[in-house]
């Protein structure tokens, strides 16, 4: 049970690049988000799933979009990569909500 | 909309002392959820223990208890017995219990230091 894993740990893109980052959790989890740490600040909701093929728009949502396809799965994607977007991004799923969430070890992505 | 603040940026302890850290919230609602998550240096974000607003009981972990004040919407976590390993940053955050809100609300952390 390897609980919530992030793919990559780490990444370097230059501006106008794309990439996508996937979560993917084996808790059987309904509901899995996405967040941005940023330095000096709390975590902040870009977008969360409720269930597999629905997502919707969190806190920051601009710039990125999702996909959830698979129940175990969860993609954000950077169509253009934009220095404003250089942070660390975690992953967490929830088997319900008002239930715990879960967090995955985080991706720190660097935008030149 | 909610907002979690911790006034403490940083803190220190001694090793095998107690600390206790602060978080206060502003809501309007009457139940929800509240949560201290942990974050050490390998930026993974752990569960460290979890209260429901409609429980007067305050929430214990081992080590870790919390003194929920709800009319002072207040939620600080006494850490007893502080080890190395509880170096850390740690995040108050706070959850709505219903609607469609599904976001934890975080604060921006304190820093806990703790000194052999």
């Known amino acids: 049970n390897a609980g919530v894993t992030q793919t990559p740990k780490f990444r370097v893109l230059k501006t106008g690049q794309s990439m996508t980052l996937l979560c993917a959790q084996d808790m059987n989890h309904e509901y899995m988000y996405w967040y941005r740490q940023d330095p000096g600040m709390g975590l902040r909701l870009i977008h969360y799933s409720v269930g597999e093929g629905t997502t919707a728009k969190g806190e920051v949502p601009d710039g990125y979009n999702v996909s959830r396809l698979k129940k175990q799965n969860f993609l954000l994607g950077l169509e253009s990569a934009a220095p404003s977007q250089t942070s660390v991004y975690f992953c967490a799923s929830s088997y319900s909500m008002g239930r715990t969430q879960y967090f995955g070890p985080g991706t720190r992505l660097l935008v030149l | 909309a909610q907002t979690v603040t911790q006034s403490q940026p940083e803190m220190s302890v001694q090793e095998a002392e107690t600390v206790t850290l602060s978080c206060t919230y502003d809501?309007?609602?009457?139940?929800?959820?509240l949560f201290w998550y942990k974050q050490p240096p390998s930026r993974q974000m752990i569960l460290v223990i979890r209260?429901?607003?409609?429980?007067?009981q305050n929430a214990t972990e081992n080590r870790f208890s919390v003194n929920f004040q709800k009319a002072a919407k207040s939620f600080s976590l006494k850490i007893s017995d502080s080890q190395l390993g509880d170096a850390a940053m740690y995040f108050c955050a706070y959850r709505s219990s219903g609607g469609s809100n599904y976001k934890l609300t975080f604060g921006k952390g304190t820093l806990l230091t703790v000194n052999p």
């Open positions: 809501t309007s609602e009457s139940d929800y959820y």
């Open positions: 209260q429901e607003a409609y429980k007067q």
